[in-house]
């Protein structure tokens, strides 16, 4: 439930930051207990815009802020 909360707020605001960009939640199965958000290019190349993996205790730890990706994804896509 935590994962999927987290995961609904960095995609609202990711869609409202860029309303054109699609946004796919685990497009493949998720790493147990990881919480990672990745921005796919057009050529193909991954750039990870966040990752929880390492963080914490305490678990709040382990999930961004949205604003923190959507500084990420700009400054990657700029």
Partial sequence: ???GR???AVSAALRGAMAHLPVDINPRPPRRNSFEVSLVKEDGSTVELWSGI???????LKFPQPETVVEAL???LA
């Fill in 1 to 3: 439930r935590v994962f």
């Fill in 6 to 8: 987290n995961a609904a």
């Fill in 54 to 60: 390492g963080k914490g205790p305490p678990r709040k």
């Fill in 74 to 76: 700009k400054s990657n």
